[in-house]
């Protein structure tokens, strides 16, 4: 039986709500809605950089490039071609062990997904009917990250 005293509207619960828990989710939310946040498009500072860190980005914008390529696009850092061999061997092996962890991971996933909470019918319509009050799937999820930093809180 539902104790009615203790039943919550969303009204209440944002009242509830800190402002600025509120301001903060809503300038992330914005964040990644603007076209600043990519990131395929983010801009590093190359001063601060190591030669291997050079070299992996280097490696990353143009995969198909020979050794000795990268030693004359990055001779003024003082790479040289041992550098080069050393990065890709580690990235071929940091390829690699990853492997094996993304299928772990995907084992994992498949395991926990039917262990989780059962889910329903009742549970999917409460969800349509919830993100239809809100207006919008990114409503709900901003909505929902309020209430569980109100939670943790």
Excluded at 132 to 152: E, F, N, T
Aim: a negative charge.
């Amino acid at each position: 039986m539902v104790d009615i005293d203790r039943v919550v509207t969303l009204d209440e619960l944002m009242d509830r709500v800190p402002e600025h828990l509120v301001k903060d989710a809503e300038s992330r939310l914005d964040y990644i809605e603007s076209e600043e946040y990519s990131p395929t498009h983010m801009s590093y500072d190359m001063s601060d950089l190591s030669k291997a860190q050079r070299i992996r980005s280097y490696l990353e914008s143009h995969p198909e490039v020979r050794n000795k390529d990268v030693v004359s696009a990055l001779d003024k850092y003082g790479v040289k071609a041992a550098d080069v061999a050393n990065v890709k061997s580690q990235m071929k092996k940091a390829e690699t062990s990853a492997e094996p962890a993304k299928r772990t991971a995907k084992s994992t996933a498949s395991q926990s997904a039917d262990s989780g909470p059962s889910l329903n019918l009742k549970h999917l319509e409460a969800a349509v009917d919830f993100v239809a009050l809100v207006g919008s799937v990114q409503a709900a999820q901003h909505l929902l990250i309020i209430v569980d930093r109100v939670k943790g809180a």
